[in-house]
């Protein structure tokens, strides 16, 4: 495995899931990293200096060498393309790319808008539909729960891959948001795989309890 010159730079919030993922992955890959912590609360991210990096003013974003990366999903997909020349966080052939590239839509839209969305109620009081993104939570858990009856991981297979990591941090912390897992056995199974693996990190858990739905 190839490994950055001198660290990685990860700017992102200790309670932002998508920075997680980000570095979820550099640990597992034991790339090493500097972190920068923009303190989203006291709106740092909407500074012209962190505008310069990622215009829509969001964590995470990583510098590695000469190369600046925004967005969480496109930060892993990089990461796991450069530096694990193995392939098996990101398949390399057609059809496994385009699986990854299914749950990472997934990442993107119901699991941002359904247990995500009921995070942020919780946490920084976020307007949301609750009723709408207590429904998408269901919708996309049901199906990941179906997916992993017959097999370990979200991607077939006998190993992770980054659709695992792009899925993790805001499943795992759904109940911060009043989404309780114990109805999806095979969901809080694959969680507990997913901690299993070595250089698993964890992120910091929302010091304001949630409602249970």
């Not at 969305?117 to 429904?135: M, N, P, T, W």
Request: hydrophobic share 45%; aromatic share 8%.
């Amino acid at each position: 495995m190839t490994t950055p010159v001198r660290p990685i730079r990860l700017y992102s919030f200790p309670l932002s899931g998508h920075a997680h993922r980000v570095e979820l992955l550099l640990s597992l890959l034991r790339l090493p990293f500097e972190r920068v912590t923009v303190d989203l609360v006291k709106g740092e991210q909407k500074k012209p200096d962190f505008l310069s990096k990622n215009a829509f003013g969001q964590v995470p974003v990583i510098e590695d060498g000469d190369i600046t990366l925004a967005d969480s999903n496109a930060i892993i997909v990089y990461l796991a393309s450069r530096y694990d020349e193995s392939g098996r966080w990101l398949p390399r052939d057609p059809v496994g790319a385009a699986h990854v590239q299914r749950w990472l839509s997934a990442a993107a839209g119901p699991l941002v808008f359904g247990p995500g969305s009921l995070r942020l109620v919780q946490l920084f009081g976020s307007k949301f539909d609750i009723e709408q993104c207590r429904a998408a939570a269901a919708q996309l858990f049901g199906v990941m729960n179906q997916q992993l009856a017959t097999q370990p991981w979200l991607v077939a297979g006998d190993a992770p891959t980054i659709a695992d990591i792009a899925l993790y941090t805001y499943t795992a912390h759904a109940p911060e948001g009043g989404v309780l897992l114990e109805r999806y056995e095979n969901v809080r199974a694959w969680l507990g795989r997913i901690e299993a693996l070595p250089g698993f990190v964890r992120m910091k858990a929302s010091p304001i309890p949630a409602d249970a739905s």
